[in-house]
Each structure stands twice: as structure tokens, then as C-alpha cells.
């Protein structure tokens, strides 16, 4: 690439045309769930609903950042209760989610680690700031209202788990092994007293 030269009084500077700035690395980890009811019979599970200037309205699941000294489970507990405003158990661990996105000049590596959940108590109305609204869906319209690929994948997979009919398990494009990574074994219920 060729290089532009500027003076600067005796000074002169070289910058390269085209040169892209150097983002730096990181990592962030996060945890949340997917927390299941069935009302009548038919399974729903809760998301979150807020405004992105750059995507309209994101339709998520709960999730969110430990604080120092966490568990990821306790992290989970607090984060869908704080984002829910309802009381909840784990009942299983589901795979966790990686995926990498551009913020504030730094390529940010996430993983999510994902939990099924049951309500113990609480009213969605208790919900914090995070969410513009929270409300419990049908599994069925998930694949629809869900912003992210690897999120509906995740629900298929709590649904497959579940026993439940029809469920979308189909990998996200582009996810390879290193999107999704496994999870076993059962979780001890989360006994996280409210704050």
C-alpha cells in the first residue's frame, strides 16, 4: 500500500492508505437461562425485550456478567431474577454459546453459559432496567422472535430436552465447533436469596 506523506512544519508524517487499526482481544463471560413454564399445557419460556440503536428492538433470553466470586449458576440466579423479576431453580445445564463481536475498539470473544430453569416465584412486573419489557412466550414462536441465531438453537436444544414436539435443533450457520460447546450432568438447585 502506498503511503501518504504530510508536513508538518519540519516534520513530516507517513500514515499508510487503507491501514486498518489494530483491535485489541478480549474476553467476557456471561451466564443466564431459559426459564420454562407450561401454562394450560403449553410450554413458554420467558425473553426480555429492549432497544438497540443499530438493530431496532432484540427480542433475548436472560443472561449476564458475574460478580467477583460467583459461580456461574449463582451468576445465572441473579442475572434472570434481576432481569426478570421472578424467583428461579436450576434444573439443568444446557451448552454454552460462544460468539465474537466489535465493541468500543476491542474484538470481544464471548461465552455464555445457559441454564434450564423453573419459576419459584417473583412477578415479571419486578423486572429491572436491563429490559424494556419481559414476557413468557410459547416455545413454538421462539424461532420467530428471538434476535439471535445461536439463542434459537439454544432453545431448540432445551426443547429436544424437554421432550417437547417439534423442536428446531438445526446448528446455526456458521457455528462450527467452536460456537456451541456441550453440557452435562445436573445442576444443584440455585438457592440465591433476593437483593
Not at 456478567?65 to 421472578?86: F, S
Amino acid at each position: 500500500m502506498g503511503a501518504a506523506r504530510t508536513e508538518l512544519g519540519n516534520a513530516s508524517t507517513e500514515r499508510r492508505h487503507g491501514a486498518v487499526a489494530r483491535l485489541r482481544n478480549t474476553t467476557a463471560t456471561s451466564a443466564g437461562g431459559v426459564l420454562v413454564r407450561h401454562l394450560t399445557g403449553v410450554p413458554q419460556l420467558v425473553v426480555g425485550m429492549r432497544r438497540r440503536d443499530r438493530d431496532g428492538m432484540t427480542c433475548t433470553l436472560p443472561k449476564g456478567t458475574p460478580h467477583p466470586g460467583e459461580t456461574r449458576e449463582e451468576t445465572a440466579c441473579r442475572e434472570v431474577r434481576e432481569e426478570t423479576g421472578l424467583e428461579v431453580r436450576i434444573t439443568g445445564e444446557l451448552p454454552s454459546i460462544r460468539y465474537t463481536f466489535v465493541q468500543r475498539g476491542a474484538r470481544i470473544h464471548k461465552t455464555v453459559h445457559y441454564f434450564l430453569m423453573v419459576p419459584t416465584g417473583g412477578d415479571l412486573g419486578r423486572h429491572d432496567h436491563e429490559f424494556e419489557s419481559v414476557r413468557w412466550i410459547d416455545f413454538g414462536d421462539a424461532a420467530d422472535l428471538l434476535s439471535f441465531e445461536t439463542e434459537r438453537w439454544l432453545v431448540g436444544e432445551a426443547a429436544a430436552r424437554l421432550g417437547l414436539h417439534g423442536a428446531r435443533r438445526d446448528t446455526p450457520a456458521g457455528a462450527g465447533r467452536s460456537a456451541i460447546v456441550g453440557a452435562t450432568g445436573v445442576v444443584s438447585p440455585c438457592d440465591t436469596p433476593a437483593s
